[in-house]
């Protein structure tokens, strides 16, 4: 029973270490890394020594019948530390906002628009306030509300004020 709990807290040991030093130890897989990581390792050696060492002490079989129902959890658990970590690890992000996405949005101007030059105002790109040149037809005063009609480039845009 000792050797099982020993493997347990082993795999509870490289658990820790992997979590601890993220990514140290991945390169060791030998091509394996996309079957074979650390936590999977870990899962599958916890799983394997606990459930060995309750299934000796509960009931009175011997070593063989307790590793083969620890193999058979562990496999189960490798199995499910592989699944969460892929779902965990699948890059669902959003695509990065880009200056076209700032089309009918509103902003405040920050220096005042002349009507034969720039100004600047204040968008938010993303939840980010970033500051852009701006063209409008008409002039428009510092702290207007203004709405982004079209985007000229990276950095300027053309507004028109709001019609409260």
Do not use: N
């Not at 499910?80 to 101007?109: C, I, K």
Request: proline share 6%; aromatic share 8%; glycine share 16%.
């Amino acid at each position: 029973m000792a050797w099982f709990l020993g493997l347990g807290i082993a795999g509870l040991v490289l658990l820790v270490l992997t979590l601890l030093f993220d990514g140290v130890l991945d390169g060791l897989g030998a091509g394996l890394d996309e079957f074979l990581s650390l936590p999977v390792v870990a899962g599958f050696v916890s799983a394997l020594g606990f459930t060995g060492s309750i299934v000796l002490g509960s009931t009175g079989t011997g070593p063989g019948v307790a590793t083969g129902a620890g193999v058979v959890t562990g496999v189960g658990a490798a199995w499910l530390t592989w699944r969460f970590s892929r779902t965990l690890m699948r890059d669902g992000a959003t695509p990065a906002p880009q200056g076209e996405d700032l089309t009918g949005t509103s902003g405040s101007v920050v220096t005042a628009i002349p009507p034969d030059g720039y100004g600047e105002v204040l968008l938010f790109l993303a939840g980010q306030p970033v500051k852009y040149a701006a063209r409008a037809a008409v002039p428009v005063a510092r702290g207007a509300e203004v709405w982004v009609e079209s985007v000229l480039s990276p950095t300027s845009v053309t507004v028109r004020p709001v019609q409260r």
